[in-house]
């Protein structure tokens, strides 16, 4: 199956701080790759949907100028947090598709931490 | 708006024991529906998925579902579970007729959590 990396695998940062996620497709080019959050003992949410070369698509609720996603190349898609604070402190997964593919491969997340 | 429900958010089961994790989704058209499985400090992995055609699907590791379009529902299986099974079981749910089953964000279901005992 196709892999998708995720670095860093944890990250502890002080309040007002931004940080940024890194996705990666190591084996495959990734059209389309998506952003998710996931609470402790909850399901994942949906975020934002990005293409490559194209502007990220957010789900409502989602605030764009606070998770910043840029998506330049076919295998790097980037989630940036700006100005985080505690409640932005999250399990941040990625996964990557591309077109015909029937489903998504997920990456093994990122654990923010703000303090 | 999609929504994704599974009934048991904890089950515990001995081994050799049979198992029906329970889904169901609301969604006004054509939907393409998943199983995934995290096992502990792992991504999450497919386990099966169901697009169209025959309702009852047949994954990996022994794992089957059936699709109910009556009752909105696809309902995870398996015989007999071993050991190996315990994990985070979400169903997932995307719009269907999209150019493949993975252009389109998924929407989860909370999850359940399977723990087999020895």
Known sequence: GAVVSQHPSRVICKSGTSVKIECRS?????????????????????????????????EQGV?????????????LSTLTVTSAHPEDSS????SASSPGRDEQFFGPGTRLTVL | AQSVSQHNHHVILSEAASLELG?????????????????????????????????LVKGIKGFEAEFIKS?????????????????????????????????D??????????????
Not at chain 2, 105 to 118: N, Y
């Open chain 1, 26 to 58: 190591l084996d495959f080019q990734a059209t389309t790759m998506f952003w998710y959050r996931q609470f402790p003992k909850q399901s994942l949410m949906l975020m934002a949907t990005s293409n490559e070369g194209s502007k990220a698509t957010y």
């Open chain 1, 63 to 75: 605030e764009k100028d606070k998770f910043l996603i840029n998506h330049a190349s076919l295998t």
């Open chain 1, 91 to 94: 399990f941040y997964i990625c």
């Open chain 2, 23 to 55: 889904c169901n989704y609301s969604y006004g058209g054509t939907v393409n529906l998943f199983w995934y499985v995290q096992y502990p400090g792992q991504h999450l992995q497919l386990l099966l998925k169901y697009f169209s055609g025959d309702p």
């Open chain 2, 71 to 103: 009752k909105f529902s696809f309902n995870l299986r398996k015989p007999s579970v071993q050991w190996s099974d315990t994990a985070e079981y979400f169903c997932a749910v995307n719009a269907g007729g999209s150019p493949g089953g993975g252009a």
């Open chain 2, 105 to 118: 964000g998924l929407t989860f279901g909370k999850g359940t959590h399977l723990i087999i005992q020895p």
